[in-house]
């Protein structure tokens, strides 16, 4: 496949899942609105049309909980072939919605939409109302998931990480107690393959943690004390305080300096408390698990993702560029999402081994930021190397380029382009 075919391919993929108003990731495995996914499909969205990528967050941030919270997946229409369906969450959503949240991209896409567009015709007001919006997000972040005020947020779900079955969750979601959980029927391995999907037993404990809230009323106020898993994942929070500083830049330029201070003293204070998470034998951050206090002895791509925040010449920047370099070394179709040496690696498992686009393009934006520039080429290359390979799929074997997952997946989509818009794609692939 050449440039011109990759980029066809996948503009063909945005419009196949485009509902109009929303993208479905994919059709069958995945047939709501997911949070991240839509964020980041809308990068690849603007190229193609502007006002289409500002609808697509609009939709999204239309569901915003009246606490700030934003939710996971939005059940615009009913399917059976999704399990766990609204019936199951029974959020009590004008409109259903999941109880639990994903990744927060939006700030970092807001600015990029932003910066993007004719000087003399940017959405100014949509882009005004949506950085509001973002912002009570955030506070309802640091207020609910940090409710002690250490600088950091815990996740109480492993989907809130987007990193569904990481390793990095295994003991802290080992301790999850499932007594008396409803019986279920998982609808996903009906559409992609077990052996790259989540266990039985990672299953069981989603769903323990889900009706464990649920019981609770979705009440926010409640569940982070009362959630048996919480872990505090340093990849999770350096995209939280990526986005927060984008807001505040975003703010700034559209006038709001209040709101551009406040956000960005927070975020140089979580800058300070997720240094906090750096594990020195690791050479990486890794996580803490806040019910037990004890660090996570796993070196997962999340301890990569700190590069996001870190400024050029942090001390960190050298052993993080250096453990990158190295899997890539090992496995060259993208990121590992574990470390290739860790025991639990495995290559088609969902997030414990396999690459993803949108990963590689969160480690590319950090190491662009820290003057990493070579090895963000390299990650690049990888990632168009996966789509050369085996089109756009949900994931890839990082070693072999094997597509993995769902297909047609549209943020793999709007990744390419993304990746073959920025000046460096075409020599490289040619290289
Ligand atoms: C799934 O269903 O696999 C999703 O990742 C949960 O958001």
Known sequence: MNTEDMLQEAERILRLNDKGHYTVPTHGLYPFQWNWDSCLTALGQFRLSPDRAWTEVETLMAHQWPDGMVPHIVFHERDEGYFPGPDVWQTGRPTPTSGITQPPVLGMVLEQLFLRENPDHRSESRCRSLVQ?????????????????????????????????????????????????????????????????????????????????????????????????QVVDPGFNAILIHSELALSRLAERLGDKALAHRLSERAARSIEAMDTLWHADLKQYACLNRRTGQRVNSASVGGLLPLLVLPQGHEHVADLSGRLADWLDKAPFGVCSMDPLDKRFDGKRYWRGPSWLIVNFLLITGLRQCGQTELAHRVVQASLQCIQKSGCSEYYHPMTGEALGGGTFTWTAAMVIEFLSMDDSQALLSA
């Open 133 to 229: 919006a973002a912002a009570r997000w955030h506070d309802w972040f640091y207020r609910c998931r940090d409710p002690q005020g250490t600088g950091v947020v815990a996740l109480l779900h492993p989907w809130e990480s987007g990193r569904d079955n990481s390793c990095d969750w295994d003991d802290a979601l080992a301790q999850v107690p499932t007594e008396g959980i409803s019986p279920y029927q998982r609808k996903d391995i009906t559409h992609v393959d077990a052996s790259q999907r989540p266990t039985a037993f990672e299953y069981d404990r989603y769903v323990a943690l889900l009706e464990c809230f649920r019981a609770l009323k979705w009440d926010n106020t409640r569940l982070h004390d009362a959630s048996p898993f």
